[in-house]
């Protein structure tokens, strides 16, 4: 599953039934789904992992179009996304299926609360405090 998170909205989510390689992130995400998003977010920043996917070259040269926040190669993960995805997994109901599963989430996701979002996008100075002053160690984020 990939999805997006802003302020005021989110992306649709995006079920990934195949490895995610480098050209698939390009044709399958970034092109249909984060070039729109992010075009209908002006001023937007694009946050994303190092994932392989992520940095390589078609993804680059995509991204060079948008604002983008820089990585460093060997960071603890602050992204707020991630913070979602472990709400959407605590809530999860025990499904029989694969079909069942992708329901499940893609209905957990249209029905997250906004706020929760925000709160998550809001905390990003003391997350990035709190990294700073861990050395980039263990935080209670």
């Not at 680059?60 to 190669?73: E, G, I, K, S």
Request: glycine fraction near 6%; charged fraction near 20%; include cysteine.
């Amino acid at each position: 599953m990939v999805g997006g998170i802003a302020y005021d909205s989110r992306s649709t989510l995006i079920v990934m039934r195949r490895t995610l390689t480098n050209q698939r992130y390009f044709d399958d995400i970034l092109r249909p789904h984060v070039g729109p998003f992010l075009n209908g977010l002006p001023g937007a920043i694009f946050q994303q992992d190092n994932a392989r996917p992520h940095t390589a070259r078609v993804a680059q040269d995509f991204l060079r179009y948008f604002h983008t926040l820089p990585w460093p190669a060997h960071s603890p993960d602050l992204s707020p996304v991630e913070h979602v995805w472990d709400q959407l997994k605590r809530q999860m109901p025990s499904c029989h299926s694969v079909h069942d599963l992708e329901l499940a989430v893609q209905d957990l996701w249209a029905h997250l609360p906004q706020d929760n979002i925000r709160c998550l996008i809001n905390s990003m100075p003391d997350r990035l405090a709190a990294c700073i002053a861990a050395g980039g160690g263990p935080t209670r984020y």
